[in-house]
């Protein structure tokens, strides 16, 4: 998993990147509020930052508020590090977007188990945009099938949207993923029997 830190604090940002690549996690590391944004534009942004709330260009509050507005950085697990301890501040900061938050100096397990956290709940929305767009497309397929459907009433081909004539298991072969096998009925059967005496 992709995270990106974010903080102007060379020696915390280190520190941050050596624990976060002991736990096994793939570190995007930025100095400052206008280079983490400029990551956050690129189409690879990590899911997951861990980002520092005062810091020059743009502070993590500023960031969470503006990656907010952006729909493809909405799911973006994010947590705020900060030197406030005031209640006030707190709520300020997860109300500008922030999933979460932890105080500095920064103990190490409880990052960890933060960044467990939100782990699990990216995955969690990565899993439901999949099952989503599985469901839209069933859907497409579905509709694809529904409507008037014009059959010859003599030779029973259907007609296709470019106005040509098919045998109907050619078009639902083309608009579903039903598999037809042939076989005889027990009427069409009788009818080609010779019939004798």
């Not at 992709?2 to 102007?8: H, K, N, T, Y």
């Not at 930052?49 to 990656?67: F, H, K, Q, S, Y």
């Not at 599985?134 to 081909?157: D, F, M, W």
Request: proline share 4%; net charge negative; hydrophobic share 40%.
């Amino acid at each position: 998993m992709r995270v990106l830190i974010a903080d102007d604090d060379v020696v915390v940002r280190h520190a941050v990147r050596t624990y976060l690549t002991r736990w096994e996690y793939e570190v995007v590391e930025c100095r400052d509020g206008h280079e983490a944004w400029n990551v956050l534009q690129t189409p690879d942004a990590p899911p997951l930052a861990i980002l520092d709330w005062n810091m020059p260009g743009r502070d993590g509050v500023t960031l969470c508020t503006d990656l907010r507005k952006v729909e493809a950085l909405s799911g973006m697990y994010v947590i705020l590090l900060t030197s406030n301890h005031d209640k006030r501040d707190v709520i300020a900061g997860l109300e500008s977007g922030a999933d979460d938050y932890i105080t500095k100096p920064v103990d190490w397990d409880e990052l960890q188990a933060r960044l467990r956290i939100g782990t699990r709940i990216v995955k969690l929305q990565k899993t439901l945009a999949s099952r989503v767009a599985e469901l839209e497309e069933a859907i497409a397929n579905v509709r694809t099938l529904s409507g008037l459907l014009p059959i010859c009433a003599y030779c029973k081909r259907v007609r296709d949207d470019h106005d040509y004539w098919k045998q109907i298991e050619h078009y639902l072969s083309d608009h579903s993923d039903a598999m037809f096998s042939h076989g005889i009925c027990p009427e069409c059967l009788e009818e080609q029997l010779p019939r004798t005496g």
